[in-house]
């Protein structure tokens, strides 16, 4: 859509307001990962004086080679997309998509030869959520810290989602409390959701008892419910980067003796999926919670989760 080629003043404001739909169509994060791949591409290309737009599919199929050492496939796929996505945006032929015979097969080589299994988290189930958050500090970090927990736990959210909790999304009620989630990986159009977080059955493992407790000790009324504390401990008025999620989980099951290294801020979420699997709960039931809409996402936490509670080696008798 260019102006010189619309002619009307109209038009080319539409053309504009176009462009911006268009640029809308992606969360920020999306569009920033995908400049960042791009930008990458691009000085990979120079550092070999080979054209970057419109490049060729063998230039396509050297990067993912030069890239197959360091980067998992599902990370070479996002990079063809963009590469895909910048020629046809520029009016080009895609060099990378699967019809071009030498990207194909050198991405079908690099998965046989490499593998394709995706280095996950750790799940972190009930009895370690527990034990992370009898050994918190009795201090302001700590009730943020035991309310993050619980809630991200409980609600078996995103780390972008707790993230992005605010005062006005919490509802108190008897039963527990419900928050809304705005906006999600999976609700790009902001249709929304509400999850219902049912009150624990000890106070201290609560989570509508230790975010209320959280709020009322930060004296947060308004905005973002998880914000950053600084080392005098002023508590932030933006919201905690969804990265410090990460962080904290880290931190919380290091005090415990587990490896920091093998848990993360999705560790919560996946926790939820597989303990409530463990507990008896249905598929259907796990991706009302998660927000889920993939089956098949859902069914790789139960299945590593069962890999023990329905073994057929069990039955041995060893």
Sequence with gaps: MQGRELGSPALVALAVRAREFI???KAGNTRR????????????C????????????????????????????????RR????????EAAGYASPANMRQAVVSETLKGIRRSLGTAQTAKQPLLTAQVRAAIEALPATLQGRRDRALLLVGFAGGFRRSELAAVTVEDVTFCEEGLVILVRRSKTDQEGEGRRVALP?????????????REWLQTSGIVTGPVFRRIDRHGRIEVRALHKDSIGLIVKRAVGRIGLDPAQYAGHSLRAGLATQSYLNGSTELAIMRQTGHRSLATVRRYIRDGSLFGDNAAGKLGL
């Design 23 to 25: 640029a809308a169509a």
């Design 33 to 44: 990962a995908y400049q960042a791949d791009w930008n990458h591409f691009t000085a990979w």
């Design 46 to 77: 120079g550092a070999y004086g080979l054209a970057p737009l419109p490049a060729s599919p063998e230039t396509v199929a050297l990067y993912l080679t030069a890239l197959a050492a360091t980067h998992k496939p599902a990370s070479l796929r």
């Design 80 to 87: 063809l997309t963009v590469i895909a996505k910048a020629h």
């Design 199 to 211: 009150r624990g059955s000890q106070p201290l493992t609560c989570p509508a008892g230790a975010l």
